[in-house]
C-alpha cells in the first residue's frame, strides 16, 4: 500500500492546521510530551546544536521545550503545511526559526549541525522506503551522539481517517520501525508501544542516539 503523496498529505494539513493547533493546547499538557522533553533534555543539556523538530505542526512541542526546558537553545521546525509553519511561527516569535519543507529532504542543514530531531505523528505519511531516506537525511544533519525521539502510530494497514479525509496513511509494526531505525545507523535506546488517550490505535515511542 502507498502512502499518499507530499502535496495530497500538505491539503488535508492547510485545511486542518487551525483545528490541529487548538486540539494541541490541550494535548500537549499529557504527559508523555513534557515526560519525552524532559528526558531529552536532560541528554543534549550540556552539548551544542540545533533542536530541529522535523515535523512541527502547530510547534506546540518546540514552544513546550523553549519555555520549560532551555530558552537558549537553537530551535528549528520543518512542516510541509505552510499554515502550520505560520502558526507555529507567531507562537515561538523569535525563539525559533521555521521553514516549509519536507522532512524528507532537509538541504538546507548542514551535516552534523543538530543536537537533536524529534519527529511526532509524522512517520505515517511516508512509505517505508521514504522513511528510511528520512531518517538517514536525520541522520545525516546530527552530531555524533546526537538524539533522535520518534513517535508513530503503531500496527499494520492504513489509518482511517473516516470522513474527514480519504488520504492514505500507514502504520508501522513495531519490529518494522525498530529496524528501519536501525539501518539508518542509530543505537535504539528505548522503544516502548503505548496507548494514547482519545485514541483506538497504540503508539511506538522510540528514542536513538547517532
Ligand atoms: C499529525 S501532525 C503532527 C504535528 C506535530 N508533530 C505534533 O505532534 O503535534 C503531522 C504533521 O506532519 C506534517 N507532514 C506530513 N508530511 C510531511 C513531510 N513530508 N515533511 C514535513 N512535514 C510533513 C504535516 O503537515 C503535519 O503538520
Not at 512541527?56 to 520543518?78: A, E, P, Q, V
Not at 517505508?128 to 555524533?144: G, K, T
Request: glycine share 6%; hydrophobic share 40%.
Amino acid at each position: 500500500m502507498k502512502a499518499s503523496a507530499p502535496d495530497e498529505v500538505c491539503e488535508l494539513y492547510e485545511a486542518s492546521a487551525d483545528w490541529y493547533s487548538e486540539m494541541m493546547d490541550s494535548e500537549i499538557d499529557l504527559p508523555l510530551y513534557s515526560d519525552t522533553l524532559g528526558r531529552l533534555h536532560h541528554k543534549i543539556e550540556k552539548m551544542q546544536g540545533t533542536l530541529i523538530d522535523t515535523a512541527c505542526g502547530s510547534g506546540h512541542m518546540l514552544k513546550m521545550y523553549h519555555d520549560r526546558y532551555d530558552k537558549n537553545r537553537s530551535l528549528l521546525g520543518i512542516d510541509l503545511s505552510p499554515r502550520m509553519v505560520a502558526i507555529a511561527s507567531d507562537r515561538l516569535g523569535s525563539s525559533a526559526q521555521f521553514q516549509a519543507a519536507d522532512m524528507r529532504d532537509l538541504n538546507s542543514i548542514e551535516d552534523g549541525s543538530a543536537v537533536a530531531v524529534i519527529n511526532f505523528f509524522a512517520l505515517h505519511h511516508l512509505d517505508s522506503e521514504d522513511a528510511y531516506r528520512a531518517l538517514c537525511e536525520w541522520n545525516r544533519v546530527l552530531q555524533p551522539n546526537g538524539q533522535l525521539v520518534i513517535a508513530t502510530w503503531e500496527g499494520a494497514g492504513a489509518i482511517d481517517y473516516g470522513d474527514e479525509s480519504d488520504i492514505v496513511a500507514l502504520r508501522y509494526r513495531a519490529d518494522e520501525i525498530v529496524s528501519l531505525v536501525d539501518k539508518a545507523g542509530f543505537n535504539i535506546t528505548r522503544s516502548d508501544v503505548e496507548p494514547v488517550e482519545g485514541f483506538s490505535m497504540d503508539a511506538i515511542y522510540l528514542e536513538g542516539t547517532k
